[in-house]
């Protein structure tokens, strides 16, 4: 075992055809040097080939060539004692159990998240078990018997199927207590040809399409109080922003977060129709040997349809990722809608102020009212995007199939719902008792110098000027006004006309009345009246279209609603048929 420049593998006590008693490996300029008389772990590298000398390396074909010689060899090692910790056992224990935590605490989660669910999960029982007896896989003895014991666990609700070590979901509790109640003879029949796989799905999709109608919901209550308070400040000036651009009114400005959101509600009934498709009968993966109907298992939960393809059906999310992306939508036009009124909410603007009940206070400061709700819906924004890109990052190049990181998908869905939803009827409550000042709106919008633009389109029709001409000289007479600290309503015919030598080397002669209506903000709006525009008798227009259009979209969601309904009475009428037949 020491001659290395030989490669010998033989043990000193047997026939040692090497004359070397030495181990030949060195490191540092120095020999190792051990005795032969075993197999030792070498601290230093071979010399000539740069490979360590470690037991590791040497022993297999050791006792492979010991073994096939048949020499009984003595094989030692010299021992080198790799980490020396100074812990101690008792000082270890201190961290007995923390392995599990985010293990545990993903039960817990899960299982919070399975009583979310718990009405669609029974449901998914009840309409399996009728189509297993419809299909003779279940007696109807079997069948009865089932349904009546998960019709005993709905009345008294999820916490009812006890927890039991190991089991890391609702429905696997839920599964053992029902083979307690009426034994693995027959309790254990009720999952037969289904896995969690399109199980879990269907529910999640069930889930899904619920929070979707009833985000439906919180956005028609929105967009009714929108056009409410578009019909009250119809005529309510107040400065539209491009930077500090025109004068529109509260009203069109409501009008406009109205269409937003009437696009946000169409998204939501898109997403709807994607999400209302069954998965049931896929199994967990590759369907299933007994002769089940995936058809009138979809009709019993009011689906609409299949998700054909086993493989599609037990592995796709973009039903969440769909939902996900219309909330995010929609919370980003409530974002923007939000800015619009923290700027007006500060006191240097003083347009509008929120009600007290949707502001906070300071410690320190008295005087202070801090527009809490507004800053609420921007966080709201900015977390469900953060959360909508995890729930990508997630599932980036997963296979087809089921695994952990999906339930987190849909885990994420589910709180962007909650949190979205919430917001909407924040941000309808903040519309609906928000303090408009009218007066301050129309003073801030005459000093903001918003009626330029059509000073320049008066020129253009009064002067004969072409736009671009007319807008240089607007340009200029902005810069005087400024710089001779003359406020905007105060601008007369004699800085007009000096505006025009200096930009053009014109003389203009504005006849004061078109002066003074160029410059009135009020007037302004009045002449914005083509399709769109804000004026009172356009706002007027668009009121009345949006009602028409709200009325349309809120029957969609509401027949969507119905149906389910529906089918959701249908199948507890069965099963309470079923529980009450007697076997024929």
Same mark, same amino acid.
Request: proline share 4%.
């Given at each position: 075992?020491?001659?290395?420049?030989? /490669?010998?593998?033989?043990?000193?006590?047997?026939?040692?055809?090497?004359?070397?008693?030495?181990?030949?490996?060195?490191?540092?300029?120095?020999?190792?040097?051990?005795?032969?008389?075993?197999?030792?772990?070498?601290?230093?590298?071979?010399?000539?080939?740069?490979?360590?000398?470690?037991?590791?390396?040497?022993?297999?074909?050791?006792?492979?060539?010991? /073994?096939?010689?048949?020499?009984?060899?003595?094989?030692?090692?010299?021992?080198?004692?790799?980490?020396?910790?100074?812990?101690?056992?008792?000082?270890?224990?201190? @961290?007995?159990?923390?392995?599990?935590?985010?293990?545990?605490?993903?039960?817990?989660?899960?299982?919070?998240?399975?009583?979310?669910?718990?009405?669609?999960?029974?449901?998914?029982?009840?309409?399996?078990?009728?189509?297993?007896?419809?299909?003779?896989?279940?007696?109807?003895?079997?069948?009865?018997?089932?349904?009546?014991?998960?019709?005993?666990?709905?009345?008294?609700?999820?916490?009812?199927?006890?927890?039991?070590?190991?089991?890391?979901?609702?429905?696997?509790?839920?599964?053992?207590?029902?083979?307690?109640?009426?034994?693995? $003879?027959?309790?254990?029949?009720?999952?037969?040809?289904?896995?969690?796989?399109?199980?879990?799905?269907?529910?999640?999709?069930?889930?899904?399409?619920?929070?979707?109608?009833?985000?439906?919901?919180?956005?028609?209550?929105?967009?009714?109080?929108?056009?409410?308070?578009?019909?009250?400040?119809?005529?309510?000036?107040?400065?539209?922003?491009?930077?500090?651009?025109?004068?529109?009114?509260?009203?069109?400005? @409501?009008?406009?977060?109205?269409?937003?959101?009437?696009?946000?509600?169409?998204?939501?009934?898109?997403?709807?129709?994607?999400?209302?498709?069954?998965?049931?009968?896929?199994?967990?993966?590759?369907?299933?040997?007994?002769?089940?109907?995936?058809?009138?298992?979809?009709?019993?939960?009011?689906?609409?349809?299949?998700?054909?393809?086993?493989?599609?059906?037990?592995?796709?999310?973009?039903?969440?990722?769909?939902?996900?992306?219309?909330?995010?939508?929609?919370?980003?036009?409530?974002?923007?809608?939000?800015?619009?009124?923290?700027?007006?909410?500060?006191? $240097?603007?003083?347009?509008?102020?929120?009600?007290?009940?949707?502001?906070?206070?300071?410690?320190?400061?008295?005087?202070?009212?801090?527009?809490?709700?507004?800053?609420?819906?921007?966080?709201?924004?900015?977390?469900?995007?953060?959360?909508?890109?995890?729930?990508?990052?997630?599932?980036?190049?997963?296979?087809?199939?089921?695994?952990?990181?999906?339930?987190?998908?849909?885990?994420?869905?589910?709180?962007?719902?909650?949190?979205?939803?919430?917001?909407? @009827?924040?941000?309808?409550?903040?519309?609906?008792?928000?303090?408009?000042?009218?007066?301050?709106?129309?003073?801030?919008?005459?000093?903001?110098?918003?009626?330029?633009?059509?000073?320049?389109?008066?020129?253009?029709?009064?002067?004969?000027?072409?736009?671009?001409?007319?807008?240089?000289?607007?340009?200029?007479?902005?810069?005087?006004?400024?710089?001779?600290?003359?406020?905007?309503?105060?601008?007369?015919?004699?800085?007009?006309?000096?505006?025009?030598?200096?930009?053009?080397?014109?003389?203009?002669?504005?006849?004061?009345?078109?002066?003074?209506?160029?410059?009135?903000?009020?007037?302004?709006?009045?002449?914005?009246?083509?399709?769109?525009?804000?004026?009172?008798?356009?706002?007027?227009?668009?009121?009345?279209?949006?009602?028409?259009?709200?009325?349309?979209?809120?029957?969609?969601?509401?027949?969507?609603?119905?149906?389910?309904?529906?089918?959701?009475?249908?199948?507890?009428?069965?099963?309470?048929?079923?529980?009450?037949?007697?076997?024929?």
């Amino acid at each position: 075992d020491g001659d290395v420049r030989n /490669g010998c593998r033989m043990g000193s006590a047997g026939a040692h055809p090497y004359p070397t008693p030495l181990c030949g490996n060195r490191g540092a300029g120095q020999l190792c040097g051990l005795p032969d008389s075993g197999l030792h772990q070498c601290k230093y590298l071979d010399y000539a080939g740069g490979r360590p000398g470690s037991a590791d390396r040497i022993l297999p074909p050791l006792l492979q060539a010991v /073994g096939s010689e048949g020499r009984g060899v003595q094989v030692t090692t010299h021992e080198k004692k790799e980490y020396d910790c100074d812990m101690t056992e008792a000082e270890r224990s201190k @961290y007995d159990g923390r392995d599990m935590v985010i293990l545990n605490r993903h039960t817990e989660d899960t299982i919070q998240e399975d009583k979310l669910s718990f009405p669609m999960q029974m449901e998914n029982h009840f309409a399996h078990v009728r189509m297993l007896w419809e299909q003779g896989i279940l007696t109807h003895k079997e069948a009865r018997a089932i349904s009546a014991a998960l019709r005993k666990l709905l009345a008294a609700g999820p916490d009812a199927t006890g927890r039991r070590p190991g089991l890391t979901d609702l429905f696997s509790n839920l599964e053992e207590w029902l083979i307690e109640e009426l034994g693995i $003879e027959v309790g254990g029949k009720f999952h037969t040809g289904r896995s969690r796989n399109d199980m879990n799905l269907t529910i999640e999709r069930m889930y899904t399409r619920k929070t979707l109608l009833d985000m439906c919901e919180a956005v028609s209550f929105l967009m009714d109080t929108l056009l409410r308070k578009a019909e009250e400040h119809k005529n309510t000036i107040i400065p539209g922003y491009t930077h500090h651009s025109q004068p529109v009114t509260l009203g069109h400005f @409501y009008l406009s977060a109205f269409e937003n959101f009437a696009r946000d509600l169409e998204r939501l009934l898109a997403a709807y129709d994607h999400t209302n498709l069954s998965p049931m009968g896929g199994a967990a993966i590759a369907t299933t040997g007994f002769p089940i109907n995936r058809e009138r298992v979809a009709e019993l939960l009011g689906f609409d349809g299949l998700l054909l393809n086993s493989m599609n059906a037990t592995s796709s999310l973009d039903f969440a990722y769909e939902a996900a992306s219309a909330m995010c939508i929609f919370i980003q036009n409530v974002g923007r809608m939000a800015e619009s009124l923290l700027l007006w909410n500060m006191g $240097e603007v003083g347009i509008s102020r929120l009600n007290l009940k949707y502001c906070s206070y300071s410690t320190i400061m008295p005087q202070k009212r801090n527009p809490v709700a507004l800053e609420t819906l921007r966080y709201s924004g900015e977390w469900s995007y953060g959360a909508l890109s995890t729930m990508f990052n997630t599932m980036k190049a997963y296979t087809p199939g089921n695994g952990r990181e999906p339930g987190f998908v849909v885990s994420l869905y589910y709180e962007i719902a909650q949190r979205v939803m919430d917001s909407a @009827y924040l941000l309808e409550g903040i519309v609906r008792t928000l303090e408009v000042d009218r007066e301050r709106a129309l003073d801030m919008t005459r000093k903001g110098f918003s009626t330029m633009t059509e000073l320049a389109d008066e020129l253009v029709r009064s002067q004969g000027l072409s736009f671009a001409a007319a807008k240089k000289l607007v340009g200029r007479l902005v810069l005087l006004a400024h710089e001779e600290h003359i406020p905007c309503e105060a601008i007369g015919r004699d800085l007009l006309h000096r505006a025009g030598l200096e930009a053009l080397g014109v003389e203009v002669d504005m006849p004061e009345e078109l002066l003074r209506a160029a410059l009135d903000p009020v007037q302004n709006v009045e002449r914005r009246s083509l399709i769109g525009g804000p004026s009172p008798a356009r706002v007027a227009e668009m009121i009345q279209w949006g009602g028409g259009r709200l009325k349309e979209l809120d029957s969609q969601w509401k027949a969507r609603g119905d149906r389910l309904k529906r089918a959701s009475s249908r199948l507890e009428e069965l099963t309470d048929a079923l529980i009450r037949e007697e076997e024929s």
